[in-house]
């Protein structure tokens, strides 16, 4: 269970990239959001994009027991990767705004 865990979250970058891409849409939907500037509404994707692995990563390792080799400095990397990536995707969904 614990590999399979990993390897969703990470394994696979563009599936993290849409997932960014569909958060910024749904997002957007927010009436508060979309008071912000551009600026805040890129730290608040930024954020959300890398709570979401890190928080899975953690929550699954407390919770589920895994061992080291699969929860380890490597899975934490995978983690912020699949992050940045998710938030590079939320971004380049609305390049055309630019």
Request: glycine share 12%; charged share 10%.
């Amino acid at each position: 269970m614990c590999g399979w865990l990993v390897s969703i979250m990470a394994d696979n970058l563009a599936v993290a990239a849409f997932v960014g891409a569909v958060w910024s849409f749904i997002v957007e939907m927010l009436p508060e959001f979309n008071g912000l500037n551009a600026a805040g509404k890129r730290w608040i994707m930024l954020g959300l994009c890398l709570v979401v692995p890190v928080g899975a990563l953690v929550l699954a390792s407390s919770g589920m027991h895994c061992p080291d080799t699969v929860f380890g400095a490597d899975a934490i990397g995978k983690a912020l990767a699949a992050g940045a990536t998710a938030f590079v995707g939320s971004q380049l969904a609305h390049i055309r705004k630019l």
